[in-house]
């Protein structure tokens, strides 16, 4: 069974579209959290959830908006893409403070 | 900003020890070093962490120096599985949901 799990694995839209990335983990963990990792592979926190609530909230535009229907969940809507949101988008969760679980990737690519 | 330095990249012959540097001079007496990777087009995946006391787990094992401020990681018997970005991250302990700040981390290659 996969721990942390993301869909769509691959997203091609076109500028100007809303689009959203699901991720769902079945570790019973409190915390989810949304990195972007770009052209250049560096990798970079977005948000961070604890329990359904809003911890980290990078400088991110917000024409990001995370959602936690529930613990399980953590889902990513993106409004009005532009080129530059081309990505990696990877979820995480974790219980306490040693490790993450990471999904495998969500490849957004913008035309 | 990361707060760690580690070389680019790195070879290792299948088989052999590959010892992965990191220099964490700014290193925090509340922070521990953890290790990550990332194999290509996947998430990354933990490896060990540590605080000041050298660690050993199934995959890895961890030296920290005396003053905290450089560690390596070593992976005893390198695959072609292996083959992987490796990053080293120093975070705050018993901080939960506190972020990864992943830096540029070390390319290994692995080759038989």
């Known amino acids: 069974d996969t721990a942390v799990s993301q869909t769509p694995k691959y997203l091609v839209t076109q500028m100007g579209n809303d689009k959203s990335i699901k991720c769902e983990q079945n570790l019973g963990h409190d915390t989810m959290y949304w990195y972007k990792q770009d052209s250049k592979k560096f990798l970079k926190i977005m948000f961070s959830y604890n329990n359904k609530e809003l911890i980290i909230n990078e400088t991110v535009p917000n024409r990001f908006s995370p959602k936690s229907p529930d613990k399980a969940h953590l889902n990513l809507h993106i409004n009005s893409l532009e080129l530059g949101d081309s990505a990696v988008y990877f979820c995480?969760?974790?219980?306490?403070?040693?490790?993450?679980?990471f999904g495998p990737g969500t490849r957004l690519t913008v035309l | 900003d990361a707060k760690t330095t580690q070389p680019t990249s790195m070879d290792c012959a299948e088989g052999r020890a590959a010892n992965l540097p990191c220099n964490h001079s700014t290193i925090s007496g509340n922070e521990y070093v953890y290790w990550y990777r990332q194999i290509h087009s996947q998430g990354p995946q933990y490896i060990i962490h540590g605080l000041k006391n050298n660690e050993t787990n199934e995959m890895a094992s961890l030296i920290i120096t005396e003053d905290r401020k450089s560690s390596t990681l070593i992976l005893p018997h390198a695959t072609l599985r292996d083959t992987a970005v490796y990053y080293c991250i120093v975070r705050p302990a018993n901080q939960a949901g506190t972020a990864l700040i992943f830096g540029k981390g070390t390319t290994l290659s692995v080759s038989s």
């Open positions: 995480a969760s974790s219980q306490g403070p040693v490790e993450q679980f």
